[in-house]
């Protein structure tokens, strides 16, 4: 299932967010994806120990448990922090399946079963 929320986040947020990661430390989006991944994900994101990634995904995360629609359609139990991405000169994220199985920082792993995209510019 496709479920798609408008405005998860008012202009203002967003635009400050934008001026938070404009500038941001970004490194090679392939650091957190597999060999078949690797493959196809040309892109740049924060790395994982950020703490501009934990203050931003907390907010996300915030909209997120305040959206009636959000909370109805996943019945989350818990929810990995969010990942920033950002795509310049031609990056891309070719053909893909998301992992289901994600490491967490404390060394185990915890099976994710809803992906979720929300975008900070037009898709």
């Given amino acids: 299932m496709l479920l798609h929320i408008e405005n998860l986040l008012d202009i203002a947020t967003v635009e400050r967010m934008r001026a938070k990661l404009d500038g941001a430390d970004w490194i090679d989006g392939r650091e957190t994806v ?54 310049t000169g031609g990056g891309t994220y070719g053909a893909h399946i998301d992992g289901a199985v994600m490491a967490l920082a404390n060394g185990s792993q915890m099976r994710s079963d809803i992906a979720c995209t929300v975008f900070l510019a037009d898709p």
């Fill in 34 to 87: 597999g060999p078949q991944g690797a493959l196809v994900k040309r892109n740049q994101q924060l790395p994982d120990g950020s703490p501009l990634r934990a203050e931003l995904g907390r907010e996300v995360l915030a909209a997120c448990a305040r959206h009636p629609q959000f909370h109805a359609a996943t019945l989350p139990l818990k929810i990995l922090p969010p990942r920033f991405n950002r795509y």
